[in-house]
């Protein structure tokens, strides 16, 4: 399921038995799971929402491993997107865990924590090889030791600059920027040549953009936030500045908000950012406007948003189930899913062999894909999947303050660091 971000927290946790129940527990957590062994028997497959418009594509991979494996019979089950996490935590306090299971990162963090899933890097000598970097350690948790989920498909976002506008107001639309500090810069330019008309910048930062420029989040031991330096505090500041010379529109910081990408598709500001397949979204709110979008690079590090699939710990078919798991993310079985749904990506290392991802046609369009696709080998999770939604909230609330000046830029950045400690559940 493409998703936005959802949180597991420690309440859900309660509610399903998993704090404290002793659910792999050290007489069971440190003991190696064989996972060689006769690839046959019944092993169970848990989608999340992909029923009824993928079915037929998951079926023929289901049919594809079956005959591939002729001792095998895999069960297929798909739960609604309504509810999943709720599901899949009931699953596990109950000992009913599918043996493949989709999940994305922040999902697969508490169960993790408690040893109910297979680290597959120590049952997979080929797991580095045959993955990218970044889906591999979206996977790996900070305080527990391993990789417990392989990627599947991913997307990142990319930049689109709205080319008509830029050459309108002294810009150049086949150089737009490639740094913050050059956004900065061509946005005064902007506001000048449009007499405060046009923006460039459309958005306030958040946190993803602190970790973009090389500002740590999270200790690597996970105890802690550590987002509070100055140089937190100085790109802050840069955004401040912009806001009191008006390089963006007021409203970024106020319910009145539509977003960056309400705003560009509106013509209201000259810049957005969006998944690989952002312009076709475009072409049906705006035609015109599709015609005139140069995609380019996201600043620093790119964004990576990934779903997975783990492996229960205690499955009755461990060889069948880590199979399983690696034949819906082969190279050949993503490729075929990206080329149904536009926007994701696989997240194999031979994929970048495929010209499908990597050589474009000349549009827009194919443009941003290969961009997005040549982004996924630097692209990282940008917010730990400690920070929930409350824990977003009041960064958000405190960037708001910084930027609108009614506090400093360190005093935000103190407090929302101090506050998000106290919620921290640590392992």
Same mark, same amino acid.
């Not at 959802?6 to 050290?26: H, P």
């Not at 900065?184 to 306030?204: F, T, V």
């Not at 505090?233 to 960056?260: H, I, Q, S, W």
């Given at each position: 399921?493409?998703?936005?971000?959802?949180?597991?927290?420690?309440?859900?946790?309660?509610?399903?038995?998993?704090?404290?129940?002793?659910?792999?527990?050290?007489?069971?957590?440190?003991?190696?799971?064989?996972?060689?062994?006769?690839?046959?028997?019944?092993?169970?497959?848990?989608?999340?929402?992909?029923?009824?418009?993928?079915?037929?594509?998951?079926?023929?991979?289901?049919? @594809?491993?079956?005959?591939? *494996? =002729?001792?095998? %019979? $895999?069960?297929? +089950?798909?739960?609604?997107?309504?509810?999943? &996490? /709720?599901?899949?935590?009931?699953?596990?306090?109950?000992?009913?865990?599918?043996?493949?299971?989709?999940?994305?990162?922040?999902?697969?963090?508490?169960?993790?924590?408690?040893?109910?899933?297979?680290?597959?890097?120590?049952?997979?000598?080929?797991?580095?090889?045959?993955?990218?970097?970044?889906?591999?350690?979206?996977?790996?948790?900070?305080?527990?030791?391993?990789?417990?989920?392989?990627?599947?498909?991913?997307?990142?976002?990319?930049?689109?600059?709205?080319?008509?506008?830029?050459?309108?107001? @002294?810009?150049?639309?086949? *150089? =737009?920027?490639? %740094? $913050?500090?050059? +956004?900065?810069?061509?946005?005064?330019?902007? &506001? /000048?040549?449009?007499?405060?008309?046009?923006?460039?910048?459309?958005?306030?930062?958040?946190?993803?953009?602190?970790?973009?420029?090389?500002?740590?989040?999270?200790?690597?031991?996970?105890?802690?936030?550590?987002?509070?330096?100055?140089?937190?505090?100085?790109?802050?500041?840069?955004?401040?500045?912009?806001?009191?010379?008006?390089?963006?529109?007021?409203?970024?910081?106020?319910?009145?908000?539509?977003?960056?990408?309400?705003?560009?598709?509106?013509?209201?500001?000259?810049?957005?950012?969006?998944? @690989?397949?952002?312009?076709?979204?475009?072409?049906?709110?705006?035609?015109? +406007?599709?015609?005139?979008?140069?995609?380019?690079?996201?600043?620093?590090?790119?964004?990576?948003?990934?779903?997975?699939?783990?492996?229960?710990?205690?499955?009755?078919?461990?060889?069948?189930?880590?199979?399983?798991?690696?034949?819906?993310?082969?190279?050949?079985?993503?490729?075929?899913?990206?080329?149904?749904?536009?926007?994701?990506?696989?997240?194999?290392?031979?994929?970048?062999?495929?010209?499908?991802?990597?050589?474009?046609?000349?549009?827009?369009?194919?443009?941003?894909?290969?961009?997005?696709?040549?982004?996924?080998?630097?692209?990282?999770?940008?917010?730990?999947?400690?920070?929930?939604?409350?824990?977003?909230?009041?960064?958000?609330?405190?960037?708001?303050?910084?930027?609108?000046?009614?506090?400093?830029?360190?005093?935000?950045?103190?407090?929302?660091?101090?506050?998000?400690?106290?919620?921290?559940?640590?392992?």
């Amino acid at each position: 399921m493409v998703r936005s971000k959802a949180s597991i927290t420690v309440v859900f946790l309660a509610a399903f038995g998993l704090v404290g129940c002793g659910l792999g527990s050290d007489d069971g957590e440190d003991r190696p799971v064989e996972v060689s062994g006769e690839v046959d028997g019944t092993v169970t497959l848990q989608t999340w929402a992909l029923k009824p418009n993928f079915t037929d594509y998951v079926e023929e991979v289901i049919a @594809g491993f079956e005959a591939e *494996h =002729p001792g095998v %019979t $895999v069960q297929w +089950l798909d739960q609604p997107g309504e509810g999943y &996490s /709720e599901k899949v935590l009931s699953q596990a306090a109950s000992g009913d865990l599918p043996d493949v299971v989709n999940l994305p990162p922040d999902f697969a963090l508490p169960l993790a924590r408690q040893g109910i899933l297979l680290d597959v890097e120590s049952a997979d000598e080929a797991l580095h090889d045959e993955y990218v970097a970044g889906g591999i350690s979206a996977y790996e948790f900070a305080g527990v030791d391993g990789v417990f989920g392989y990627p599947w498909y991913l997307n990142t976002d990319v930049n689109y600059w709205n080319g008509e506008l830029l050459d309108e107001h @002294g810009l150049d639309s086949d *150089h =737009p920027p490639a %740094t $913050v500090e050059e +956004l900065m810069d061509q946005a005064r330019i902007m &506001s /000048e040549e449009s007499g405060g008309d046009m923006y460039l910048i459309s958005r306030k930062p958040e946190l993803g953009d602190l970790v973009k420029a090389g500002i740590p989040v999270l200790s690597d031991d996970g105890s802690e936030f550590v987002f509070n330096t100055a140089e937190a505090a100085a790109l802050l500041d840069e955004y401040r500045e912009a806001f009191d010379e008006g390089l963006m529109p007021r409203d970024v910081l106020t319910d009145a908000y539509l977003g960056n990408s309400q705003l560009f598709i509106e013509e209201k500001v000259a810049w957005s950012t969006g998944g @690989g397949n952002f312009i076709n979204g475009v072409r049906e709110s705006n035609p015109s +406007l599709a015609e005139k979008i140069v995609p380019s690079m996201a600043f620093g590090t790119p964004p990576l948003y990934v779903q997975g699939l783990s492996v229960a710990r205690d499955t009755s078919n461990p060889a069948a189930a880590v199979a399983l798991a690696r034949w819906i993310t082969n190279a050949d079985n993503q490729a075929e899913f990206a080329r149904i749904v536009p926007g994701i990506f696989p997240s194999t290392t031979a994929s970048a062999d495929d010209p499908f991802f990597t050589e474009s046609d000349g549009t827009g369009d194919d443009d941003a894909k290969v961009i997005a696709f040549d982004s996924l080998a630097q692209a990282e999770l940008l917010q730990p999947v400690e920070v929930d939604e409350a824990m977003s909230t009041i960064v958000n609330q405190q960037i708001s303050l910084a930027i609108s000046g009614d506090v400093t830029s360190q005093e935000a950045l103190d407090t929302a660091v101090s506050r998000l400690n106290a919620m921290l559940d640590t392992p």
